[in-house]
């Protein structure tokens, strides 16, 4: 996985509570820790999730109960599925 640039985490930082360089430290340029630290809205939080576990975690916790109960189902089940087919299952 390619790590961002500073220039590429100002971009996704803008009008947050992170200096660009500052998000860059902290994640090393992990694309992947980037947006989890950007998605927590602990705007305090200055360190990245100790796992992919925590990250999700802090992900979800934004969400309302019926979009967490329909990821928490989503899943259980092994494999992909086509978004039309959800749609058509669980409406939007």
């Known amino acids: 996985m390619r790590q961002l640039s500073v220039s590429a985490a100002q ?6 509570q992170y200096d660009a360089q500052e998000l860059h ?3 090393g340029g992990n694309p ?3 947006t989890a630290l950007l998605a927590n ?3 305090n ?4 999730p100790a796992s992919i576990l925590d ?8 969400l309302i ?3 967490r109960s329909l990821l928490q189902l989503l899943s259980l ?4 599925i086509p978004v039309v087919l959800i749609e058509h299952v669980f409406g939007e």
């Open 32 to 34: 992947f820790f980037v």
């Open 45 to 48: 939080s200055k360190l990245v």
């Open 65 to 67: 109960d019926a979009e």
């Open 25 to 27: 430290d902290i994640t």
């Open 11 to 16: 971009q996704l930082s803008f009008n947050t």
């Open 77 to 80: 089940i092994p494999y992909s």
């Open 55 to 62: 990250a999700l975690g802090a992900r979800i916790s934004n």
């Open 41 to 43: 809205n602990e705007s």
